[in-house]
């Protein structure tokens, strides 16, 4: 598909270690947000949070009007719920009884924009 583009971004210490990132791709005006993860070192101080915003600027750029994932129960849905962020749907009993959430956010698009 000539518009599908990889989106990787990382979270690095002073060092050069990775300490997080994101993983995704987008596709025509789609964002998929495949992987977000963080080391537990730099969790809860807005990392989580500035990766998915740097994500969803890019998909902007990108032209890119919806974003999506998936997470499961003992992960993170509350987070991408606070990020506005809406449950498609949700599946369960997998793995130990854990359910799989699938949530989706409309981009707004840049003042000015033609997208």
Known sequence: MGNFRELALFLKDA???TL?????????????????????AVRGGGNG?????????????????VVDLATFDYQA?????????????????????HSVHYLAKRLSQPEGSAA
């Open 77 to 97: 849905p509350g987070f991408y719920l606070k990020k506005g962020y809406e449950e498609l749907g949700r599946l369960t009993g997998v793995g130990a009884d």
């Open 49 to 65: 949070t500035a990766l998915l915003q740097a994500a969803e600027d890019e998909g902007r750029k990108r032209g890119c009007r």
């Open 20 to 40: 997080g990132g994101l993983l995704g791709y987008s596709l025509g005006t789609w964002l998929h947000i495949e992987t977000l993860w963080l080391t537990e």
């Open 15 to 17: 060092a050069g270690h």
